[in-house]
T-cell receptor, first 112, second 114 residues
């Protein structure tokens, strides 16, 4: 069965360190997204990609970057982790339909 | 002001009750309206979606969209303890540049007590 997986599921890092969260999907979807989920804010879009070599900024992109070198993967990098980036991060992918996005299980990141 | 507003609850109801969940929005460009269900420590899963205005029914769940009022609702009939989860409304505008770009409400946490 096709799926979308995130790793690691939990991570603790120190302020100022670079961190990369992995996202891998086997749906063969062109579109991939990174969201963060915080109490009181729901899910907010960080970055997204509509295909290989395509990346775009979302609503809360400052301090984050992504790269898309193949269809399956969209890693999210925190250039210099800050305590404000403590959150749960979700990766999602979708086909060409404008409705359905499939989400991973999430990565809980704590910056201390 | 957020584009999509949703009462975070929490909402606690007895088993068998009818549950009403609601969201309001401000962006008139939204055409696709979705409800996601998220169990604790899991990713959101699509529950229902509606295009433009109208109602959609799927088993015990009914989604309603009133674009004139910029208001959407999800009704759960005969609620079960297994319905206990966070329910997130989500919306997107039409067009290829908006594919998959969802704007979420804050989510409402629902507990159904046996």
């Amino acid at each position: 069965d096709a799926e979308i997986t995130q790793s690691p599921r939990h991570k603790i890092t120190e302020t100022g360190r670079q961190v990369t969260l992995a996202c891998h999907q086997t749906w063969n979807h062109n579109n991939m997204f990174w969201y963060r989920q915080d109490l009181g804010h729901g899910l907010r879009l960080i970055h997204y990609s509509y295909g290989v070599q395509d990346t775009n900024k979302g609503e809360v992109s400052d301090g984050y970057s992504v790269s898309r070198s193949n269809t399956e993967d969209l890693p999210l990098t925190l250039e210099s982790a800050a305590s404000s980036q403590t959150s749960v991060y979700f990766c999602a992918s979708s086909g060409n339909r404008e409705t359905e996005a499939f989400f991973g299980q999430g990565t809980r990141l704590t910056v201390v | 002001q957020k584009e999509v507003e949703q009462d975070p609850g929490p909402l606690s109801v007895p088993e068998g009750a009818i549950v009403s969940l609601n969201c309001t929005y401000s962006n008139s460009a939204f055409q696709y309206f979705m409800w996601y269900r998220q169990y604790s420590r899991k990713g959101p899963e699509l529950l229902m979606y509606t295009y433009s205005s109208g109602n959609k029914e799927d088993g015990r769940f009914t989604a309603q969209v009133d674009k004139s009022s910029k208001y959407i609702s999800l009704f759960i009939r005969d609620s079960q303890p297994s319905d206990s989860a966070t329910y997130l409304c989500a919306m997107s505008a039409r067009g290829s540049s908006n594919t998959g770009k969802l704007i979420f409400g804050q989510g409402t946490t629902l507990q159904v007590k046996p």
